[in-house]
Antibody
Framework: EVQLVESGGGLIQPGGSLRLSCAAS????????MSWVRQAPGKGLEWVSV???????YYADSVKGRFTISRDNSKNTLYLQMNSLRAEDTAVYYC?????????????????WGQGTLVTVSS | QSVLTQPPSASGTPGQRVTISCSGS????????VNWYQQLPGTAPKLLIY???QRPSGVPDRFSGSKSGTSASLAISGLQSEDEADYYC???????????FGGGTKLTVL
């Protein structure tokens, strides 16, 4: 069974750093396209970052230069290192896996989501 | 303001057919496939439609998707009370090198 379990969220002051973790089971993180998607309270979904199976990474402009996505293949775990945090980064952060059929992968089609971890940036 | 544009709200009565639109541009919907999500209150989103009109296993055939040019639509037929949720469209954007979401449409079943 595929499972994604996030951890690492919490209350952090503006300018601070936080690292989110996403422990995966039932599949191999390094063989899939893995993303972080966030949702501010009462707002819509916002894609944050993706890491491809080949290791390429992409970021939303709103986090570029501040956030870093990575993975630990030995632990089958995805990470999001968040630096220089701002109030507008306050959100539930979801770890997510893109859907792959037997023939193709669809970057923007996410078939598995974690339960989410809340990050609150406030003084 | 989201890159993909959706109406903020939609409504229908049980049994009715409703459609939700999603408008984009040549760099996203115009050149990539569209995906749709359903999000019930307090839960993670669920993939409803991928690759414009494909349903993952387990998604009822009451849900269907279509795309034409730089716009896409999600149709829900035989509307049920449990369909009351937020719906989002998403696509890859070649100019931004990013996944872009619509702002979401809140569907109310009257």
């Amino acid at each position: 069974e595929v499972q994604l379990v996030e951890s690492g969220g919490g209350l952090i002051q503006p300018g601070g750093s936080l690292r989110l973790s996403c422990a995966a089971s039932g599949f191999t993180v390094s063989s899939n396209y893995m993303s972080w998607v966030r949702q501010a309270p009462g707002k819509g979904l916002e894609w944050v970052s993706v890491i491809y199976s080949g290791g390429s990474t992409y970021y939303a402009d709103s986090v570029k230069g501040r956030f870093t996505i990575s993975r630990d293949n030995s632990k089958n775990t995805l990470y999001l290192q968040m630096n220089s945090l701002r109030a507008e980064d306050t959100a539930v952060y979801y770890c997510a896996r893109s859907y792959c059929s037997s023939t193709s992968c669809y970057f923007a089609a996410i078939d598995y989501w974690g339960q989410g971890t809340l990050v609150t940036v406030s003084s | 303001q989201s890159v993909l544009t959706q109406p903020p709200s939609a409504s229908g009565t049980p049994g009715q057919r409703v459609t939700i639109s999603c408008s984009g541009s040549s760099s996203n919907i115009g050149s990539n496939t569209v995906n749709w999500y359903q999000q019930l209150p307090g839960t993670a989103p669920k993939l409803l439609i991928y690759s414009n009109n494909q349903r993952p296993s387990g998604v009822p055939d009451r849900f269907s998707g279509s795309k034409s040019g730089t716009s896409a639509s999600l149709a829900i037929s035989g509307l049920q009370s449990e369909d009351e949720a937020d719906y989002y469209c998403a696509a890859w954007d070649d100019s931004l090198n990013a996944v872009v979401f619509g702002g979401g449409t809140k569907l109310t079943v009257l």
